[in-house]
């Protein structure tokens, strides 16, 4: 955590377009379309706060496997055995026998909100990732979007917790008004896939969102080598 109180994400270079990082607390939507690398990166950021600042994370996954996401993790040079006792990753099977442990007869959504607001009891974690709001509102059969929703991001923001919240919404879509993610969360930051020659494609990010943040709005090249994220300037088309 920086001095003003801002979580790194430790992409070489991105932090500098977000005034040193995110703004602690905020609920941001990580977006994009499949193949984009939204969990490595939100993993990222989990794993370099919780190895440099002493930070405990959740990460929530509900579609890849524990293990599955791990084994992934460390052929990226992020070491399980470095965070372990800091870094809890959580999947779906294991929520469910928690949630039959729990359950009082109430929503499924209901009981994993007390599930999790139970977990940051316990743990006190700074940071958690939901991998991914899709599959979240798909378990919890959401009739109401616009209400639900709302209530998701009141309960997250009681958390007293960062959250990334990954989506497979597209950039343009949120843009539209059509999400209401979009409009209730704190930041979105989007990746994409560009064509830039016939065989040639380049993954981007950037900010478009960040409350308390003069931020840079602009597209950047995204690149991961040597187990490290950096972000260039767009090569031209």
């Not at 990460?59 to 293990?67: A, D, I, K, N, P």
């Not at 991998?131 to 009739?143: G, H, K, R």
């Not at 929703?149 to 949120?174: G, K, P, Q």
């Not at 080598?225 to 950096?230: I, L």
Request: include cysteine; hydrophobic fraction near 40%; glycine fraction near 6%.
């Amino acid at each position: 955590m920086s001095s003003d109180n801002r979580l790194r994400t430790y992409i070489d270079g991105f932090d500098r377009t977000l005034e040193e990082g995110i703004p602690a607390n905020h609920i941001v939507l990580v977006a994009g379309a499949p193949g984009t690398m939204k969990s490595s990166i939100s993993y990222y950021l989990l794993y370099h706060n919780v190895l440099e600042n002493g930070m405990t994370a959740v990460y929530v996954t509900m579609e890849q496997s524990r293990e599955s996401l791990l084994r992934q993790m460390e052929k990226m040079g992020m070491r399980t055995d470095q965070v372990i006792e800091r870094l809890h990753v959580l999947d779906l099977s294991i929520i469910r026998k928690k949630l039959r442990e729990v359950s009082t007869g109430g929503s499924w959504m209901q009981v994993f909100k007390s599930y999790i607001s139970n977990l940051k009891t316990n743990l006190k974690f700074d940071i958690m990732v939901i991998d991914s709001l899709d599959v979240l509102e798909t378990m919890a059969d959401v009739v109401d979007r616009r209400t639900d929703l709302f209530y998701l991001f009141e309960w997250m923001r009681e958390l007293d917790a960062t959250v990334l919240l990954i989506s497979e919404a597209s950039e343009e879509r949120l843009l539209e008004g059509k999400f209401d993610e979009g409009y209730l969360s704190d930041g979105i930051i989007t990746l994409k896939m560009q064509s830039v020659r016939d065989t040639e494609t380049q993954r981007r990010i950037r900010c478009v969102k960040m409350r308390e943040t003069n931020h840079d709005p602009s597209y950047h090249s995204l690149l991961f080598s040597n187990g490290k994220f950096q972000i260039t300037k767009v090569i031209s088309e």
